[in-house]
């Protein structure tokens, strides 16, 4: 069975800073791949980025960027220049063999950005 | 495009009551459905996969009489708290799975059961 921590509850950041939310996994399969999610307020779940367990190269997407160390079971998520909008619970997630499968969930971390 | 439309959004009824949540994918035909539960504050448990034209696999825990999932369609699939107590009450989330590609998720059901 798969697990993902994120030890960090809560977060706050400065607007216009920069944060790195934790996540890590456990797992023995070889081809996975790993998740972050945004849920604001609304509860609605949003994809913030992605990344293939067999890609060396971290994913970005605009102001978001993973750092994926696969030896050490990590994957960490890095907000650059931080926006309101960005306050939310983000969730790590995990899934086996293909990008639909079910996946697991790290158990949050709150993220408040200040103006 | 691949949105997922979950239905409804808020349900409030009384003690002994049975719910339907509807979770439609409006743009795609979506061969696997995931539920999820999120009480408050907490993160996201997978309560059971629908796959359309068969039974639903429950995760451990999760009781099946309980919890009806059907997926008749490839674009539908329900869930269904029979009798349902207020240790029932949470948000509940429905996904839909295209091929290989990322789940994508209903905006969520939020259960008050009185």
């Known amino acids: 069975a798969q697990t993902v921590t994120q030890s960090q509850p809560e977060m706050s950041v400065q607007e216009a800073e920069t944060v790195t939310l934790s996540c890590t996994y456990d797992?023995?399969?070889?081809?996975?791949?790993l998740f972050w999610y945004k849920q604001p307020p609304s509860r609605q779940m949003i994809l913030v980025i992605r990344?293939?367990?067999?890609?060396?190269q971290n994913a970005t997407e605009n102001r978001f960027s993973v750092n994926f160390q696969k030896a050490a079971k990590s994957f960490s998520l890095k907000i650059s220049d931080s926006q309101l909008g960005d306050t939310a619970m983000y969730f790590c997630a995990f899934s086996g063999g293909n990008a639909g499968n079910m996946l697991t969930f790290g158990g949050g971390t709150r993220l408040m950005v200040k103006p | 495009g691949a949105v997922v439309s979950q239905h409804p959004s808020w349900v409030i009824c009384k003690s002994g009551t049975s719910v339907k949540i509807e979770c439609r994918s409006l743009?795609?035909?979506?061969?696997?459905m995931f539920w999820y539960r999120q009480f408050p504050k907490q993160s996201l448990m997978l309560m059971a996969t629908?796959?359309?034209?068969?039974?639903?696999?429950?995760e451990q825990g999760v009781e099946k009489d309980k919890f009806l999932i059907n997926h008749a369609s490839l674009t539908l699939s329900t869930l269904t708290v029979t009798s349902a107590h207020p240790e029932d009450s949470s948000f509940y989330i429905c996904s839909a799975r295209v091929s290989n590609q990322p789940q994508h998720f209903g905006d969520g059901t939020r259960l008050s059961i009185l």
């Open positions: 990344q293939e367990a067999y890609k060396q």
């Open positions: 743009d795609f035909q979506a061969t696997t």
């Open positions: 797992t023995s399969e070889n081809n996975y791949y």
């Open positions: 629908s796959n359309e034209g068969s039974k639903a696999t429950y």
